[in-house]
């Protein structure tokens, strides 16, 4: 299994970004997926998630309304789309997977990738 992040980089605020998340080693279309972050010394925290089909997401309070995460599960991508960003959205933001391994649900996690948002 293997989770693989890109898009992040540095923007001005009130600016946006995509995220992309490829997922390999499962069955995606049959995986909830989540999207987490972790400023500095700050504990990670929930963005938001989206249901195996795409038909349902949630997502943490403070991103309502400015993130929105989709999928394509013929690709098996997951993006995050970041609008309207805010310096107190700079982070590293991670990829998360809950998959069926052998029968057995498992969480996995990409290497993160880095969002800068600075004048």
């Known amino acids: 299994v293997q989770l693989v992040e890109s898009g992040g980089g540095l923007v001005q605020p009130g600016g946006s970004l995509r995220l992309s998340c490829a997922a390999f080693g499962f069955t995606f279309s049959n995986s909830a997926m989540g999207w987490f972050r972790q400023a500095p010394g700050k504990e990670r925290e929930f963005v938001g998630s989206?249901?195996?089909?795409?038909?349902?997401?949630y997502y943490a309070d403070s991103m309502k309304g400015r993130f929105a995460i989709s999928r394509d599960n013929a690709k098996n991508m997951v993006y995050l789309q970041m609008n309207s960003l805010k310096p107190e959205d700079t982070a590293v933001y991670y990829c998360?997977?809950?998959?069926?391994?052998?029968?057995?649900?498992?969480?996995?996690w990409g290497q993160g990738t880095q969002v800068t948002v600075s004048s």
């Open positions: 998360k997977a809950r998959a069926n391994v052998g029968g057995s649900w498992y969480d996995y």
């Open positions: 989206i249901s195996w089909s795409g038909a349902i997401t």
